[in-house]
């Protein structure tokens, strides 16, 4: 069974950081992409940034230069390290994981980041 583990969000004031981590077990396949969305009430889920196998990043175009995606293979754990961070940055944030070779892709269970003073 995949399971998603997130941790990091939190409260923090205009212009901190935070670090969010996804950890993924319960697979054997390899990963394709692993990616984070980000979703405020009453809107749509968003891409915020998303990392492919090979290593290739892409990036919303409102969290440019602020946040960056990377993962540690080993340890099967994507993070997305949150700069500058604006009070529009709020909201529920998801990872995603997709598997080669499986149709399904797989969320995390969400964790909220409020950027708030």
């Known amino acids: 069974q995949v399971q998603l583990v997130e941790s990091g969000g939190g409260l923090v004031q205009p212009g901190g950081s935070l670090r969010l981590s996804c950890a993924v077990s319960?697979?054997?396949?390899?990963?394709?992409?692993m990616g984070w969305y980000r979703q405020v009430l009453g809107k749509q889920r968003e891409l915020v940034a998303v990392?492919?196998?090979?290593?290739?990043?892409s990036y919303a175009d409102s969290v440019k230069g602020r946040f960056t995606i990377s993962r540690d293979n080993a340890k099967n754990t994507v993070y997305l390290q949150m700069n500058s961070l604006k009070p529009e940055d709020t909201g529920v944030y998801y990872c995603?994981?997709?598997?080669?070779?499986?149709?399904?892709?797989?969320w995390g269970q969400g964790t909220q980041v409020t950027v708030s003073s």
């Open positions: 990392i492919i196998s090979g290593g290739s990043t």
């Open positions: 319960g697979s054997t396949l390899s990963i394709t992409s």
């Open positions: 995603y994981i997709d598997f080669l070779g499986d149709p399904q892709g797989y």
